[in-house]
């Protein structure tokens, strides 16, 4: 039946859909990883962190020295990117906005750019603008269902993503710090009478995002085999159209969000003209502020005055 | 880096000094040495002063002795023409070769044009403004030995029609470089007026890594060859995710694919069925090819690559220019570069045509997983 339905025309669309389904669902996950440190640190500092899509990078890079200099294999490298990054989140957060907490909205966003870029040409400089590509670090394996190919780097993306997402959700929902992140996104003020350490809440987050930002950084490396030091902008770029249309500040609407992102690219390039893809992206943005700029899962908060 | 500088510095005095008994031919190396494109630069450079040493060992010319004044414009087209003015005007140079990238190469030409002194480039292939303005008009004194991005259009699409059999072809174009819309246009343009058929045309921009989509909506059309006329940064990626994709159609491309890095991005399985046009191959049999390389290796050290070989052929070219035109009189160094017939160089044998560009043989390569198993020269027309 399914050979039968395959063989004919209208098979072949199907299998073509299907394949975009999946390239739209490995491209969505990574989208959907770095979304979610710019969805959690906007919940709990109300930050757009320009920075993130950098931490990014720094993780591919992270991962590429280990892989490449210490021949580690992808589990391990994982885990040191996401360490890294999580220091180097918690410590961009310490040295660069603590200071501008009290500050107005847009001091700190200014200085988020400026530390995305200190980011990109600080690594520029160490490593030279040139691209690098990842060892070959999983099996070359493909799996074929009729005419739709699946790559062992597209099954490690979707699995990995989503259990550090179980992990998030655990996290964020069953654990005291958890707590206290959500007790410190609703009130700051009512959050710190109540004992709550804030300055070590918000550290958390920073270090929470920004490992999964690394763990993105790992599987973009070894999903397209090319890293360069300004490869953080354009992605960084989308995943926070990403968590604005899932609802900036939720973590499940970042998920989404992500998912969204990476199908509505991949159907426009696939089925429309591949020059409008990043066109779509933004006016998609554009529409989502117009129409509903709380997002598919925001609150709608009243802004106090 | 300072040390080339030096050399130059001290060929001026020796020739100055050399002016009272044995008369020397100076030439003005206006090359990138430091900055983004030192790798063309530098590689270039070895290969002219290969070239001018050759010369020299062998007499000079009539007795004459080519005196290279090496100076480095920082890949900077700003300092490419305050180079290309000082060896003008004040180290007297009779022409001037480089510099190797097209935009650095039109900087230097208005200084020519006044001066009234040739440039030569080895490696600048941009269609327009290189020998010829916007409106069509020749520069009198600028001239180049590499064929253009066009041409290189032309014999992809021929190659696809004649020597793969190829009717249908897709495209993927890198849309943000002049390079590959150039490349894009020209073989559209000659694959669809001998009949074949263009079933799709994609674009990309300059730093995208994600092409499956366009990718799969390719793969599920008839085709026989898929053209790529972009740098290897894209077109490595490109090439790893169409063959992870199932698409084992032969993939062409042109003098931009010529990097280490490509098979690098793809991967050795994937580059095979890779065919792209360059300047030179190190595979060509002819013994001047042979006897460069193995000239080059035992001076060097190392093989040479397609900058190395132009900047080797620029050098013996000029070299000629001089010998024809019996004086080193720029204005009859000029007229000798412009009549030049018959030039036997390692990338090609090659005449002068109106517009100041040579009529030149092109080298096809064939990838094999991801080395180059053969090559196949086609000439021009």
Redesign the interface.
Known sequence: MLTCFIATKGG??L??FL??IV??V??GSIYALVALGYTMVYGIIKLINFAHGDVYMVGAYVGFAVTTYLGLGFIPALIISMVTCAVLGMSIEKIAYKPLRNSTRIAVLITAIGVSLLLEYTMMYFVGP????YP?LLS?K?F?FGNI?I?MQQIYIVLTTIVLMIILQYVVNKTKVGKAMRAVSADKDAAQLMGIKVDNTISFTFAIGSALAGAGGVL?GIY???I?P??GM?PGLKAFVAAVFGGIGSIPGAMIGGLSIGML???????G???Y?DAAVFAFLILILILKPSGLLGKNTKEKV | MSLLIGCGNDAVENGANNNTDKEGIKVGINYELTGGVASYGQSSVDGILMAFDEINEAGGIDGKEIIPVVIDNKSESSEATSVATRLMTQEGVVMCLGPATSGNFMATIPVAQSNGIPVLSSSSTADVGVTIDADGNVYDYAFRLCFNDSFQGVTMANFALNNLNATKAVMITD?SSDYGKGLAKNFKETFEAAGGQLVAE???VK?D??F???L??I??KDFDVIFIPGYY?EA??II?QAR???IDAPILGADGFDSP?LL??A?E?ALTDVYFSNHYSSLDEDPLVQDFIASYKEKYGVEPNAFNALGYDLGKWAADAIKRAGSADPDAIRDALAETKGFEGVTGTFDMDENHNPVKSIVVIELKNGVQSSSIKVDPN
């Open positions: 072949a669309t299998d073509q394949q975009q390239n739209g490995s491209l040139e691209v690098r590509s070959k070359p493909v074929k190919i790559n973009v397209y085999n090319s360069d300004l490869m354009m690219e991949t159907l426009v390039s696939g089925y003209n591949s020059m893809r | 849309t994609e674009g990309y730093d890594k994600d499956n989509a366009i799969t909506s793969r599920g940064q490595g990626l790893k992870d994709l199932g890095v690098e991005l991967g399985e």
